[in-house]
């Protein structure tokens, strides 16, 4: 359990240790208390993002195929629309299927996200961009999403999704799966929407994430 003191602009963890938003690490509290209300994970992850002053600027990476089913662009949607609410940027390739229905459910929520276009012509987005990025580099955009993302969120998809999913084990990020894949080594399948949620939070507060289930 997380407290937070509104007053002094303070978060605590359950040892006493204070929240330092600009690296996103835990310190000792210096003889300071832990004071404030107690807090869950998502309370703290929308207090630091719209109260605190110092609110985490790098986005979360939603992927997913074009050609996604129904049911994952339900989840793209609610995926979208939950961190948008939590005042996390939502990053993503900027097209359709996974990525259009994720960027509604950002707009839906009033939140911003950002689209890395393979194509040179910005018009190219989907209507739900609120910042398209073109880069008329095509595929390679891919690794441009997954090195700028906090972590990623892998929403079912195909062969794009699974290098995009590569790269940011590569580059050391965290990548939550649902919808089925890329189930490949390192990534960490949820077995729904609150717990990936749940996993992004922790990453944006930069507290350890448990064991990848095997």
């Known amino acids: 359990m997380l407290r937070i003191d509104k007053a002094a602009g303070l978060l605590f963890d359950d040892a006493g240790r204070r929240f330092a938003p600009a690296s996103r690490t835990w310190a000792a509290g210096h003889g300071q208390a832990a004071t404030g209300a107690e807090a869950d994970l998502l309370c703290a992850v929308k207090w630091l993002q719209r109260s605190s002053g110092s609110p985490c600027r790098v986005p979360i990476g939603v992927i997913g195929a074009r050609e996604a089913t129904a049911d994952h662009l339900v989840v793209a949607e609610d995926i979208g629309r939950r961190l948008a609410e939590l005042g996390l940027t939502v990053l993503c390739g900027g097209r359709q299927g996974a990525m259009e229905a994720a960027c509604r459910g950002v707009a839906a929520a009033g939140g911003l996200s950002v689209g890395i ?98």
């Open 117 to 214: 276009l393979p194509e040179g012509d910005p018009a190219s987005a989907n209507p739900y961009v609120t910042v398209p990025i073109a880069t008329g580099i095509g595929i390679a955009r891919n690794a441009i999403v997954a090195r700028a993302a906090l972590c990623l969120v892998a929403i079912g998809g195909g062969h794009g999704t699974i290098s995009e999913a590569a790269f940011g084990l590569q580059f050391e990020k965290a990548v939550f799966c649902l919808g089925g894949g890329p189930l490949i080594p390192g990534v960490r399948p949820c077995r729904g929407i609150d717990e990936a949620i749940e996993g992004v939070a922790r990453v944006v507060l930069g507290l350890p994430l448990p064991p990848i289930a095997i």
